[in-house]
């Protein structure tokens, strides 16, 4: 996968699309599972002062994309923007985020077994809709950050397979994991997520 320095140009986004007990098809009712309150919520956990990324916005900040694997995602992540050139816009003002599907734990073995026995209630083999991770906070960071720095995408939006556990998860180890790297800062929109699941908000240390 070749890399490009105008890919990396764009800060790293993460995004978070919640629904239901996650995004398996078994995840409702599963043990250590709970439905979100509230309607179905997408939001941006990074922040950027200068660019607030709304699905809503026209022309449009930000495109939601799904591939099969990672060089998909570059290939369509180049299209659009050479679609945004083409009508004389700047490619930079609008952010690609790839969908990827996760279910992260303290030890990848442990995810692995979650995802096992989600898929063994369903009556048929799950195709993922989108990339794929199973596995560590850390691990999961790790892809998102060469993700980015690829240019495969400007960042991603998680696709929780099951709630709130893995949203905890995300919190607690993969984004300090990208901040502590100067990849990212948490926006405060991160303790509105959390507050869906009636989760205590992150506590933040103020720079003196």
């Known amino acids: 996968m070749s890399r490009d320095n105008a890919f990396v140009s764009r800060p790293l986004r993460v995004a978070v699309e919640l629904t239901g007990s996650g995004h398996h098809p078994a995840a409702e009712g599963a043990a250590g599972t709970r439905p979100i309150n509230g309607a179905d919520y997408w939001v941006d956990l990074t922040a950027d002062s200068t660019d607030?990324?709304?699905?809503?916005?026209?022309?449009?900040?930000?495109?939601?994309?799904?591939?099969?694997d990672l060089r998909e995602a570059q290939q369509e992540r180049a299209r659009i923007r050479a679609e945004i050139v083409a009508?004389?816009?700047?490619?930079?003002?609008?952010?690609?985020?790839?969908?990827?599907?996760?279910?992260?734990?303290?030890?990848?073995?442990?995810?692995?077994?979650?995802?096992?026995?989600?898929?063994?209630?369903?009556?048929?083999?799950?195709?993922?809709?989108?990339?794929?991770?199973?596995?560590?906070?850390?691990?999961?960071?790790?892809?998102?950050?060469?993700?980015?720095?690829?240019?495969?995408?400007?960042?991603?939006t998680l696709l929780p397979l099951s709630l709130p556990r893995v949203l905890e998860q995300?919190?607690?180890?993969?984004?300090p994991w990208l901040e502590q790297r100067g990849l990212v800062t948490s926006a405060e929109a991160v303790d509105e997520a959390l507050r869906r699941f009636d989760l205590p908000r992150v506590e933040r240390v103020l720079a003196s």
């Open 87 to 156: 009508d004389g816009r700047d490619p930079d003002s609008v952010t690609v985020l790839v969908d990827l599907e996760v279910l992260i734990a303290a030890e990848a073995r442990a995810a692995r077994k979650e995802l096992a026995l989600l898929d063994s209630a369903l009556d048929a083999p799950r195709a993922p809709v989108s990339l794929q991770y199973i596995g560590t906070p850390a691990g999961l960071a790790g892809l998102i950050a060469d993700i980015q720095a690829a240019g495969v995408a400007d960042g991603v």
């Open 170 to 175: 995300l919190v607690d180890g993969t984004l």
């Open 52 to 68: 607030q990324l709304d699905l809503t916005s026209y022309p449009p900040n930000v495109v939601r994309i799904r591939a099969a």
